[in-house]
């Protein structure tokens, strides 16, 4: 006899492909659980944590700007290919990173000299790179898995992510304080582990049914012109266009919070570990949320979920940057405030899933990947300033403040409030 699991519509492991692309995504989730390490690595070559901030709002801005050209190109040409090159491509990066780094770190004469700006480069390569290819990972899914399936699928790999997490921050911290270098080694191990995973999925991960383009130059014009299309089909849905407008403000509120939440702790003399395991409670309460996102997904339509978990984690985060200079208050306060978060994301961007057409899936979440991640190429930098002048409090009310005004565009429409659930 089967168990109710195995006879659940909405479970995505019962297919073998979702699995193997489960695993593959898990080595670049534990790649991406040591970012700790590129933030604590710019406070030390800079020696300035408003510096640092403005280098890691340019990452992120570059990896934005990238993502639309990924985004496109996930739409009009195969998505295996792009995420090996774009894969391999991050694989030199950190090569590059450690190699740098194992000369500046010998070498004090090299301090501040070339050596710096090719660590600074190799990063912003990295970060390129991950933006080509963020895109085809979660266009892929469509290929992979259904609406109905899709709920599951983000709270399992947010969960994945977060159990990462907890163990990757305070880890990676550890292994920065021991040597800067071993971070960035395990991220080229797990890039090298991600393309051989990938070699093992025989399933197609599209797109299919887009016409054969022989030029290269068309493929990229066509994947550039083709966002009017999908800036339009965003525009024509009145919920679709409420998150995105409302994203990148609720964004910059928690992304300002996550990143004051390292350069703080760097700030203040915390070594690599405990910042870690401080920053570690972010993951922990996205984990714990994890957990509960199905049977909340299940019984409360996605606009309800979210108004309503935001608004809590609205509170929360007035509390952290209240509080936050205190590590293990620091550590319970990011625990709560991102509970609710698995349930929320799985919510709202299942309806985006589900509503979008299958040949423009790698447009339109490129799309909401730019728009809403703004804010994480300011949020650094306003951090970093906040954390250097000791503006920490005003810091906290601006954004929060920014916050509640995405959470009322949201409630505010009925469209949000009355999402139907898949």
């Given amino acids: 006899m089967q ?23 898990t080595l670049l989730a ?35 700007c990238i993502g639309p050209i990924g985004g496109g190109l996930a739409d009009v040409t195969d998505r295996r290919t792009l995420l090996r090159r774009a894969l391999m491509t991050a694989l030199a990066a950190n090569l590059t ?31 390129a790179a991950a933006g080509i290819a963020d895109p085809s ?44 270098a071993l971070p960035f080694i395990l991220r080229i191990v797990c890039d090298a582990g991600f393309l051989l995973t990938l070699q093992r999925i025989k399933r197609g991960l599209g797109p299919t049914g887009t016409e054969a383009l022989d030029s290269k130059l068309k493929i990229l014009l066509k994947s550039l012109s083709g966002y009017k299309e999908s800036f339009a089909f965003i525009q024509s849905k009145e919920a679709l266009r409420r998150i995105q407008v409302a994203a990148p403000l609720i964004n ?5 919070g996550t990143s004051w939440a ?45 108004i309503a978990g935001l608004s809590w984690m609205t509170i929360i985060f007035a509390l952290l940057f209240i509080y936050g200079g205190n590590p293990w208050a620091l550590f319970v306060l990011a625990v709560l405030g991102m509970a609710p978060s698995p349930a929320l994301n799985g919510g709202l961007f299942g309806h985006v899933f589900a509503e979008t057409p ?28 906040a954390v250097q002048e000791d503006l920490n409090v005003l810091l906290g009310f601006a954004t929060c403040s920014v916050g509640i005004v995405g959470i009322l565009i949201l409630a505010s429409s009925s469209a949000v409030r009355n999402m139907k659930k898949y």
Wanted: a neutral charge; glycine letters at 10%.
């Fill in 3 to 25: 168990s109710p699991l195995e006879n659940n519509p909405s479970n995505p492991f019962l297919k073998k492909s979702f699995r193997q692309w489960y695993s593959a995504t």
């Fill in 30 to 64: 534990i790649s991406t659980s040591t970012t700790i390490a590129v933030t604590l690595l710019l406070v030390d070559i800079t020696k300035n944590t408003a510096i640092a901030g403005m280098l890691s709002g340019l990452i992120l801005f570059i990896q934005l």
């Fill in 97 to 127: 990173t450690v190699i740098s780094l194992l000369l500046f770190f010998t070498y004090e004469e090299l301090h501040g000299g070339w050596l710096s700006f090719l660590v600074v480069f190799s990063l912003i390569v990295s970060g």
């Fill in 137 to 180: 990972i979660d266009a892929s899914a469509r290929s992979l898995i259904t609406p109905a399936e899709f709920p599951r699928a983000m709270s399992a790999e947010q969960a994945r992510s977060s159990t990462l997490h907890i163990v990757g921050s305070p880890a990676s911290g550890a292994m920065y304080s021991t040597f800067p």
């Fill in 252 to 256: 910059l509120m928690v992304f300002s």
């Fill in 262 to 306: 390292v350069l703080n702790m760097s700030h203040s003399g915390a070594g690599g570990l405990i910042s870690g395991i401080t920053v570690s409670g972010f993951a922990i309460g996205a984990l714990l949320g994890s957990s509960i996102t199905p049977f909340l997904t299940d019984r409360f339509t996605p606009g309800i979920l979210a």
């Fill in 358 to 385: 299958g040949d423009m899936q790698g447009r339109v979440m490129a799309t909401f990947s730019l728009v809403a991640g703004l804010s994480a190429v300011v949020a650094p930098v306003f951090s970093g300033w």
